[in-house]
């Protein structure tokens, strides 16, 4: 049994409806980086980093899960303990279609974090500054996100995880954004084979072994079926 590591990033959730980052209107064009995905950009004006999150909070819970988030549960469930499957996207739309232990790399909006004192819970669907953290009841709360310059979440999992592995798949990630970036190295150092599913080769030829071309919503079923199924491979 293949063991399959993958990897998604803001591609497979756009067809929900979720904006991606470096897209043509993508976030990162309507909001500056360094304002609302910095630790220091939180410390200069937390109200604006919650208005931030909290517009995105609120489009993640009123989108629904697509095809893509679909086939990879369904991948999962029928090769229980084969796929692990890593995420830099901070939406829940993988759980939502069914996957179970997701690894939320960059974390989630759906949870909250105290600043103070590294409490969790689940985050209401609008933050407040000055919401008090249900642990130590500090004015300290913080969406339990990653941002840039802190270090992501679950590393030493997925590090062996990709150790371990016969296949590591990228699905719609730019992969410009590290250590999830470098992943795709790590596997083929180990000899492990590797594809990218994206709507256009991301800019590194050869980085990847295989490339599949095409909307997420489309691309990932099929080759989900071609895992499966033994059908003949998509591209
Ligand atoms: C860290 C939370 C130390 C916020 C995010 C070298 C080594 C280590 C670090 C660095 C390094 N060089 C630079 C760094 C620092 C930095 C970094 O990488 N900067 C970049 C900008 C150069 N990295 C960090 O600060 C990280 N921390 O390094 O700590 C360390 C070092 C080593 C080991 C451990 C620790 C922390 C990074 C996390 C930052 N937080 N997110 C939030 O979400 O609000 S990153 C942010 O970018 C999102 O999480 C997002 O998921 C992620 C990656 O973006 P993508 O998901 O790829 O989205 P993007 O828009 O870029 O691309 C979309 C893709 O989809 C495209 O390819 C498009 O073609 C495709 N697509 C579109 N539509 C479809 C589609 N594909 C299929 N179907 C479609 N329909």
């Known amino acids: 049994m ?31 980086l360094s304002q609302v995905a ?19 909070r609120a489009n993640a819970m009123d989108a629904m899960p697509n095809a893509a988030h679909a086939a990879l549960a369904r991948l999962q469930a029928a090769r229980p303990g084969s796929v692990t499957l890593v995420t830099q996207n901070v939406d829940d739309l ?7 232990d997701v690894i939320h790399m960059h974390g989630q909006l759906m949870r909250a974090l105290c600043a103070a004192c ?5 985050a209401p669907r609008v ?26 979440y679950h590393m030493d999992r997925i590090l062996a995880a990709i150790a371990a592995c016969d296949l590591f798949v990228a699905i719609g990630t730019s992969g410009e954004v590290y250590p999830a970036a470098g992943f795709v190295e790590e596997a083929a ?33 099929a080759w989900v079926d071609e895992v499966l199924g033994g059908a003949a491979p998509v591209a």
Request: glycine residues 12%; contains cysteine; proline residues 9%.
């Open 94 to 100: 993988h759980e939502r279609a069914g996957a179970q």
């Open 127 to 152: 933050m407040a500054v000055d919401a008090a953290c249900p642990g130590c009841g500090k004015p300290r709360t913080r969406p339990d996100i990653v941002w840039f310059g802190e270090i992501p």
């Open 2 to 32: 293949k063991r399959i590591v993958i990897l998604t990033g803001a591609g497979v959730s756009a067809e929900s409806g979720l904006g991606t980052f470096r897209d043509k209107d993508g976030l990162w064009t309507r909001y500056d």
């Open 118 to 122: 590294g409490h969790r819970w689940d």
């Open 38 to 56: 910095t630790p220091d950009g939180f410390a200069r004006n937390p109200a604006l980093v919650h208005d931030f999150y909290n517009a995105r």
């Open 189 to 221: 150092m180990i000899g492990a084979e590797t594809l990218e599913i994206n709507l256009e080769p991301t800019p590194v030829p050869g980085r990847f072994d295989r490339v599949i071309e095409g909307p997420a919503s489309e691309t990932v079923p």
